[in-house]
C-alpha cells in the first residue's frame, strides 16, 4: 500500500527560531517553505521538517542522517561552523567505522553524529562500497 510513497522526516523542536538559526548556521541549510509551526527543507533526495513541538526526543538515536561523499572534509566544515561531535569509543576524529550495512548500499559505512540545538541526534555518513 505505501511503496510507492515519497517518505519524509519530522524532527520535533520546542523553538522552532532557534531551531533554524541552528540549521542555517551550523548546517547552512533554509527551508524550502514555511508555515506557522513548521519549516520544510529540502536535500537532493530527501524531504525533513521542523516542527514546533511541546514534546522532544530524548536523542538516544538517530533520528536523521545526511548521507555524504567524502565524511572527513563534511566533519571538517561542520566542525568550523560549532557543530560539536559524539565522541564514541572507536571512534576516529569523531568518525566510527561501522562494518556491515544494508547489502544494496555497500559493505560497511562511516559515520559520526552530533545534537541539534533541539537535542535530536542527527548523523552524517558516507557509504563504504
Known sequence: MLTGSRIEARIPAQDLGRARRWYAEKLGLEPAEERDGGLRYVGASGVFCLFASAGASNGSFTQMSFYVDDLEA???ELRARGVKFEDYEGAVNGIMEIDGNYPSKGRG????????????MLGVGQVVP
Open 109 to 120: 559505512e562511516r559515520a559520526a553524529w552530533f545534537r541539534d540545538s533541539e537535542g535530536n
Open 74 to 76: 563534511t566533519v571538517a
